[in-house]
């Protein structure tokens, strides 16, 4: 399975403000899953992310707020736009290689 | 869509118990993943099934899934304190094989 690297792993911000949160992965893959948890939630899916493309967004997730990048195929960030204290999520990107879905250590964010 | 449901919501077990948490799915899925989940963490893996019938075992942990029922179990046999964590399903399904995961089960199991 893949491993990825994730960060930051926390951080606190200012309401108004933007946090890109990174991803790399270890190996070359085709799609990239950026999820969020709530507080005490189940993971909700944000978007998937093909390199090349622009990212496909579920329903309830718009690209002005949650923009994501995908420069190759090791890659990918998302970014949390003007935050409120409603963003205050844990925030997990995702790969699959064959079967397996792999999670990254998760951002922490808390915004005040 | 394909929405993914468990049951309960909260399991508190006592040590040596047997017990199963549900995970219903609504629409075709290829597969089936279950995951744990401790305080503070990442998601680790615990299996992967493929297709109706399966049955896949690790220590105290079995898991099965019934296709045509849409439903998958965790059978959790004689528990311990060490299996405290919150445990999800996931269903992948649509055009991009996106995991939709369900609602969690927050086990604590009690000496």
């Known amino acids: 399975s893949a491993v990825i690297s994730q960060k930051p792993s926390r951080d606190i911000c200012q309401r108004g403000t933007s946090l890109t949160i990174q991803c790399q992965v270890d190996?070359?893959?085709?799609?990239m899953f950026w999820y969020r948890q709530q507080p005490g939630q189940s993971l909700t899916l944000i978007a998937t992310?093909?390199?090349?493309?622009?990212?496909?967004?579920e329903s309830g997730f718009v690209i002005d707020k949650f923009p994501i990048s995908r420069p190759n195929l090791t890659f990918s960030t998302l970014t949390v736009s003007n935050m409120s204290p409603e963003d205050s999520s844990i925030y997990l990107c995702?790969?699959?290689?064959?079967?397996?879905?792999?999670f990254g250590s998760g951002t922490r964010l808390t915004v005040v | 869509e394909l929405k993914v449901e468990q049951n309960p919501l909260f399991l508190s077990m006592q040590e040596g118990k047997n017990y199963t948490i549900y995970c219903n799915y609504s629409?075709?899925?290829?597969?089936l993943y279950w995951y744990r989940q401790d305080p503070g963490k990442s998601l680790e893996s615990l299996f992967v099934?493929?297709?109706?019938?399966a049955v896949k075992q690790e220590g105290r942990l079995m898991a099965s899934l019934d296709t045509k029922a849409r439903l998958s179990t965790l059978h959790i046999t004689a528990a311990v304190h060490d299996l405290s964590a919150t445990y999800f399903c996931a269903a992948m399904g649509g055009a991009t094989n996106k995991l939709i995961f369900g609602t969690g089960t927050l086990l604590a199991v009690q000496p």
């Open positions: 992310a093909n390199q090349g493309s622009e990212a496909t967004y």
């Open positions: 629409t075709t899925s290829d597969r």
């Open positions: 190996s070359q893959v085709t799609m």
């Open positions: 995702s790969v699959r290689v064959s079967l397996i879905y792999t």
């Open positions: 099934l493929l297709s109706n019938g």
